[in-house]
């Protein structure tokens, strides 16, 4: 489903990434955790292109794209389109109601009628339990509300894959569930989700695999309890020990 071979990021003379070999099975959950700075959303905006890579190759369902050579933006805008991004702020239109944020793709970018697209982001919203919110602006909602009309707006993409960094982040902590409740009914319906949190409960819970990050590398990866009951690499066992 999606395979990353030896990927490679550097900002000016900083290696951020440094040579990431990761493989994702469709219709899995894997969460990425680590320390601030250990290159974890690089990554994820790598895989959506937002970041170019410096080097590597990303496949996501049979469609690659090899930083080792030129790459087109035509080829990156239609690789985009495999991925739904949910971000640590909601990055909402403010000026637009909840429904017309998650119109906005379909129409702009994929060329949907209106009525088609309309119909569809009211079937997303009421998915993420904000059907009587429709009609309001983004500053009339809470930042838990925002959030879901984020992932609304990144699934009317019809994304093959769905990539969350840190979606709760900047939410008070009694939001915080109910963006995790529909990232786990996500989960439960087979989409395949890379997430990026500091939620580990959620990740215990939830993930197929748990990946542990640190200095641009892959320190460690396994099944969620091997992770945290049995963790193999000392700087992970040091890292789960800081969060107790």
Do not use: W
Request: charged share 25%; with cysteine; net charge neutral.
């Amino acid at each position: 489903m999606i395979s990353i071979k030896g990927l490679y990021k550097q900002f000016d003379q900083l290696e951020v990434l440094k040579g990431i070999d990761l493989e994702v099975e469709k219709g899995k959950v894997v969460v990425i955790i680590g320390p601030s700075g250990s290159g974890k959303t690089t990554l994820l905006r790598c895989l959506n292109v937002l970041e170019t890579p410096t080097k590597g190759v990303i496949s996501i369902e049979g469609n690659s794209l090899d930083f080792s050579k030129n790459v087109s933006k035509k080829h990156i805008a239609s690789f985009r389109r495999l991925t739904g991004m949910v971000f640590q702020s909601y990055n909402l239109f403010p000026h637009k109601t909840a429904i017309e944020n998650v119109m906005e793709g379909p129409i702009i970018v994929k060329g949907e009628g209106k009525a088609s697209a309309r119909k569809k982001a009211q079937g997303l919203l009421e998915k993420v339990g904000l059907g009587d919110k429709m009609t309001y602006y983004p500053a009339q909602l809470s930042g838990g509300q925002q959030q879901r009309v984020g992932i609304a707006r990144a699934l009317a993409m019809e994304p093959k894959v769905m990539l969350f960094d840190e979606p709760t982040s900047a939410l008070d902590p009694e939001l915080v569930g109910e963006v995790l409740k529909v990232m786990k009914d996500l989960a439960q319906e087979g989409m395949t989700m890379i997430v990026v949190t500091h939620e580990m409960r959620f990740a215990q819970e939830v993930a197929d695999e748990v990946v542990f990050m640190d200095g641009g590398v892959v320190v460690e990866r396994n099944k969620p309890e091997e992770i945290f009951n049995h963790p193999k690499e000392e700087r992970t066992r040091k890292f789960l020990n800081m969060l107790q």
